[in-house]
């Protein structure tokens, strides 16, 4: 089976992707900056780093950063991915 990667910027269905597999959002500050990147946690971080926040918190720092989601849907063997990646949206 292939993989396919797919790219969104679709609130409800990074949501719907993320929570299929237990993922939630948090934020994490950028070195000692003011800036904070959001993200989708899957595994709770032993040091307890980033910060849990709402969806909508998330979302709102997502479209101020101009990001889309590149992210896996199915691992090479069937089974659900939680593979994903912040990138930059087209700007076209």
């Known amino acids: 089976m292939s993989v396919e990667m797919n790219i969104?910027?679709?609130?409800?269905q990074i949501r719907l992707w993320a929570e299929r597999s237990g993922g939630r959002p948090v934020r994490e500050p950028v070195g000692g900056t003011t800036v904070v990147?959001?993200?989708?946690?899957?595994?709770?971080?032993?040091?307890?780093r980033p910060?849990?926040?709402s969806w909508e918190d998330s979302f709102e720092s997502f479209d101020r950063a101009g990001l889309a989601l590149l992210y896996q849907?199915?691992?090479?063997?069937?089974?659900?991915?939680t593979f994903s990646k912040l990138v930059q949206r087209d700007p076209a």
């Open 73 to 81: 849907e199915r691992e090479p063997d069937g089974s659900p991915s």
């Open 51 to 53: 910060q849990e926040c």
């Open 37 to 48: 990147v959001p993200r989708i946690e899957f595994k709770p971080d032993p040091r307890g």
């Open 8 to 12: 969104t910027t679709d609130h409800r």
